[in-house]
């Protein structure tokens, strides 16, 4: 598990712009079986979370389409959540980050690692409101 205060700032990046930190699988379940749409973050320390992840979720959510409920998890911290939320984006393998849309407890868009690790901000952006677009 990775420390506190390396997670923290990463956390932060997300938090501070409106997206609720799901800690515990409780909150996991509420957040994803509610009625509506929720976007689920699965944040990480790595490089391409801090570059091509984070900017493009915080880009998309500006759109004027967005998920009833902005949500994270963050992988390497929070172990039981990030697992949980896992087990709601199968048959998609665990993937740090990857970013996850659910409409009415339903996963109906998954973006993986490979589709985040070196593309633009703006392509994973448009990729992200497009799906908006479509079910929120």
């Known amino acids: ?27 996991v379940d509420e957040a994803i079986k509610a009625e509506g749409t929720t976007l689920v973050v699965v ?16 880009h998309a959510v500006q759109h ?15 172990i039981e959540a990030t697992a949980h939320a896992r087990q709601y984006m199968a048959p998609y393998p665990p993937s740090s980050p990857s970013i996850a849309l659910f ?7 998954f973006i993986e690692r490979h589709q985040i690790e070196g593309r633009p901000v703006e392509l994973i952006a448009k990729n992200l409101t497009h799906a908006f677009d479509t079910y929120c």
């Open 43 to 58: 944040n990480s320390v790595c490089g391409c979370a801090a570059g091509n992840a984070r900017p493009a979720v915080k």
């Open 1 to 27: 598990m990775y420390p506190e205060q390396l997670v923290k700032p990463m956390k932060e990046d997300l938090t501070t712009v409106g997206f609720e930190e799901l800690s515990t699988p409780e909150l």
């Open 103 to 109: 409409k009415d407890g339903k996963l109906v868009h």
């Open 64 to 78: 004027a389409t967005k998920p009833d409920r902005l949500t994270t998890v963050f992988a390497g911290f929070d």
